[in-house]
């Protein structure tokens, strides 16, 4: 069981009004995927809200990639090390960058809602902060698949669902 979980969240975006309650659904994300893969000690993750053109500077600066994404995960840790933070004794995990324009647009095509859009991203990307990978096929990837889909179920947005927001 993860002691304490710190989730800075920061929105650098104008472009989507961030939903009610998406706040707490990330800092429920991010606990919910400690908590599955038995993280031990304190945590320190960093979120931000960003809009496709500066997602698509990151991805062109760090993994060379000339677009945008839906979303980006810059670890600090390897092989279940990592820095800590020497005022808290937290290990500082790293940083998830979510395109909000992306992520209006993908739970447009699933079929579901911003906020599950936006948990999916967060689940996902806490998991390659983990050192989970899903660039190679194969069992590596069914399994990242099964543990995103495992933390949303326990969040109850389990994939397929309705959900209606005030904007409906």
């Known amino acids: ?22 706040r707490m659904l990330v800092r429920r994300c991010c606990n919910a995927v400690l908590v599955n893969e038995r993280f031990e000690g304190s945590a320190e993750i960093s979120v ?9 500077e990151l991805n062109l600066k760090y993994r060379n990639i000339d677009r945008s994404t839906d979303v980006l995960s810059f670890p600090l840790g390897e092989n279940g090390v990592y820095d800590v933070n020497r005022d808290t004794g937290a290990k500082m995990l790293g940083d998830i960058v979510i395109s909000m324009e992306h992520a209006v647009a993908q739970a447009g095509i699933y079929g579901h809602s911003l906020q599950r859009e936006i948990a999916f991203l967060t689940v996902h990307s806490m998991l390659h902060l983990l050192g989970y990978d899903h660039e190679t096929e194969g069992i590596e990837r069914v399994r990242m698949r ?4 495992a933390a949303l179920t326990q969040l109850g947005l389990k994939r397929n669902d309705s959900y209606y927001t005030e904007d409906n």
Request: charged share 35%; net charge negative.
């Open 1 to 22: 069981m993860p002691d304490k979980v710190k989730v800075i969240i920061t929105n650098d975006q104008k472009s989507v009004k961030i939903p009610t309650g998406v």
């Open 48 to 56: 931000t809200f960003v809009d496709d053109v500066k997602i698509h």
């Open 146 to 149: 099964e543990k995103e889909e």
